[in-house]
């Protein structure tokens, strides 16, 4: 079993920047893929960005998102720049032991955080 906590999230200028966190339990963090999703009102769950031995990334946002992670403190990272209103969305932390599907498809992952709130103010 792993349990993520998302943190970072807040309210933010067009053009500002944020970093996201969410912290895992579980001793072999290391060995899992890790993602972000987010979700906007009325829309559904999208893909961000995930990490497992390579990075990938949305075109919505690449160029302006960095996923990384620090195994040593079982922390994933998203850092946004140059944010835009239509970033505006709670995002989540997502985890699977290995990627069997599409990075892309929330059915690919297993384990879920319960969000953190962007808003990005125009």
């Known amino acids: 079993q792993v349990e993520l906590v998302e943190s970072g999230g807040g309210l933010v200028q067009a053009g500002g920047s944020l970093r996201l966190s969410c912290a895992a339990s579980g001793r072999t963090f290391s060995t899992y893929a890790m993602a972000w999703f987010r979700q906007a009102p009325g829309k559904e769950r999208e893909f961000v960005a995930a990490?497992?031995?390579?990075?990938y990334y949305a075109d919505s946002v690449k160029g302006r998102f960095t996923i990384s992670r620090d195994n040593a403190k079982n922390t994933v990272y998203l850092q946004m720049n140059s944010l835009k209103p239509e970033d505006t969305a709670v995002y989540y932390c997502?985890?699977?032991?290995?990627?069997?599907?599409?990075?892309?498809?929330?059915?690919?992952?297993?384990?879920w955080g319960q969000g953190t709130q962007v808003t990005v103010s125009s």
């Open positions: 997502a985890a699977v032991a290995a990627i069997l599907g599409t990075v892309v498809q929330v059915r690919t992952w297993r384990y």
């Open positions: 990490i497992n031995m390579n990075t």
